[in-house]
């Protein structure tokens, strides 16, 4: 007997509607999180304060000369002929060369060999010379110019390169001999006790151990001489006669006279001056900050 039950047809199943996608939750900011406006509105101020000098600088150096206009239209290039050629910036820039880059070797050479020695060894005045380190650092260099210069006299090094590099070292090793006897303290010295056992002497060691591990230090150190010693004026003004022999700081003030000012001239020898400095902390920013804040957080 078949039943009632049985003979009613089930219900076609309907359709299942989709339920709407629920909007995301926000993010709740933290009691002590600031908003992003309030970041990035000083930030942004700060770069408009930042770029405008630079790009005055770049509007006098291409628009023609006697040209008013905000936009450097047509751009032309006879600024930097004219400081190239005419005010012998060429000249200028191979001294600087000279002079920086003898300057950046110089003083990491020694300032490594005076931060081991720091790092690594312990002797009676120890504590006293790394406080005259400290002292020196405020001593200001027009205090030394008169003083340098009869020693340089005395020398026969007045108009030489030679003088400004050995001034620029003078003044540069006292805080890279101090970066780099903290970098040094932060390698450990097992290392180099294990290299001792493998039958290495002291040299050997450190030439093969530690040094590969200051890359960073060297590299922070020698940038900072590098560009001390492009931008100063005043090692270069004193003991630099021959307007053969002058720096790019020096020729930048040649440009400059009681009853005129080339601007267009003077922007373009502005940055030939800055592109090797920007160049150079564009290739090293990384090594630069590592070198500066592992030299400086132990000591």
């Known amino acids: 007997m078949i039943t009632k039950e049985a003979t009613e047809v089930a219900p076609a199943p309907r359709d299942e509607v989709p339920e709407p996608p629920r909007p995301a939750k926000k993010r709740e900011r933290a009691w002590d999180e600031a908003p992003r406006w309030q970041i990035y509105l000083p930030l942004g101020i700060y770069l408009i304060f930042t770029l405008i000098p630079f790009y005055w600088i770049l509007l006098f150096a291409l628009r023609p000369a006697g040209s008013t206009s905000l936009v450097p239209w047509p751009i032309t290039f006879e600024h930097f002929e004219k400081v190239w050629t005419e005010r012998s910036f060429g000249t200028y820039f191979q001294n600087s060369v000279l002079v920086g880059v003898a300057t950046l070797l110089v003083t990491t050479v020694v300032a490594l060999a005076g931060g081991y020695a720091l790092a690594r060894f312990n002797f009676k005045v120890k504590r006293a010379f790394m406080l005259a380190l400290l002292c020196s650092q405020f001593v200001p260099g027009a ?12 020398l026969k090094m007045i108009n030489s390169l030679g003088s400004v590099i050995l001034a620029e070292t003078v003044f540069q090793l006292p805080l890279s001999m101090i970066l780099i006897s903290n970098f040094i303290k932060n390698v450990p010295y097992s290392l180099e006790e294990a290299a001792w056992v493998d039958g290495c002497n002291r040299m050997t060691a450190f030439r093969i151990v530690v040094l590969p591990l200051l890359r960073p230090g060297l ?12 931008n100063h004026f005043l090692f270069a003004l004193m003991f630099l006669n021959n307007q053969e022999k002058q720096t790019i700081p020096v020729g930048l003030n040649t440009l400059m006279s009681a009853d005129s000012v080339d601007l267009g001239a003077l922007a373009a020898g502005g940055i030939i001056a800055a592109v090797p400095v920007v160049i150079v902390f564009a290739f090293i920013q990384k090594w630069l900050i590592t070198g500066f804040s592992a030299g400086a957080v132990k000591g």
Do not use: D, K, Y
């Open 219 to 230: 590299i922070a150190v020698g940038s900072f001489a590098f560009v001390h010693s492009w």
């Open 143 to 154: 205090l030394l110019l008169v003083p340098l210069f009869e020693i340089f006299a005395e």
